[in-house]
């Protein structure tokens, strides 16, 4: 559901004129475990210590009238640490959601008492929950359910949950 969610939304903007970069900025490194998986889809330069590295992968490609659909992955980066990089802030699309603030737009439902928590356990768990397609959707007239995928349920990312006494429904 997230890769499925994430290349959507990447491809539509691809489809825009102009639209050859998107700069992705993660402060919080949350999204690691799912940029290896795109990279099929997109040509994914990820930071690696230097933004000097990065704008040179890009403007070599550019130089030699390539146009591959550049995702910039820049792991504990935000907007404010951005120096070499700054213009492409300007030329590109900028995502810089946290995985609970995606899944939120996406209308996955999880009990908001339980966002400290989530912050924590999502980066670790997004390399399972990548490919799952089974979330549970906010329903218009329901307020709380769960984040976790049904096939999940018990496991949580291989580690076996002790019993709560709460059903399924009831969030996590």
Same mark, same amino acid.
């Given at each position: 559901?997230? +890769? ?6 990447? *491809? ?40 000097? #590295? ?28 951005? *120096? ?6 300007? &030329?590109?699309? =900028? ?10 737009? %996406?209308?996955? #439902? ?8 989530? #912050? ?5 768990? =997004?390399?399972? +929950?990548?490919?799952?397609? *089974? ?7 329901? @307020? @709380?359910?769960?984040? %976790?995928?049904? *096939?999940? #349920?018990?496991?949580? &990312? ?8 709460? @059903? @399924?429904?009831?969030?996590?």
């Amino acid at each position: 559901m997230l +890769l499925q969610e994430l290349r959507a939304e990447f *491809n539509e903007y691809f489809q825009l004129p102009g639209g050859q970069l998107i700069l992705w900025l993660d402060p919080g490194v949350q999204w690691r475990g799912v940029v290896p998986q795109l990279t099929g889809d997109f040509q994914v330069v990820t930071y690696q210590g230097s933004q000097l #590295e990065v704008k040179a992968a890009v403007e070599l490609a550019w130089a030699r009238k390539e146009r591959p659909r550049f995702v910039l992955y820049l792991p504990g980066l935000s907007a404010v640490r951005l *120096n070499v990089l700054k213009e492409y802030e300007f &030329c590109g699309k =900028v995502y810089e959601e946290s995985i609970l603030q995606a899944l939120r737009r %996406w209308d996955v #439902e999880f009990d908001r008492a339980h966002e400290p928590e989530l #912050e924590k356990i999502l980066p670790i768990a =997004v390399r399972h +929950l990548a490919h799952c397609g *089974n979330f549970r959707r906010r329903a218009p007239t329901r @307020s @709380s359910a769960t984040l %976790w995928p049904r *096939n999940l #349920e018990g496991r949580h &990312c291989g580690i076996q949950s002790r019993p709560s006494g709460r @059903s @399924s429904s009831q969030g996590i």
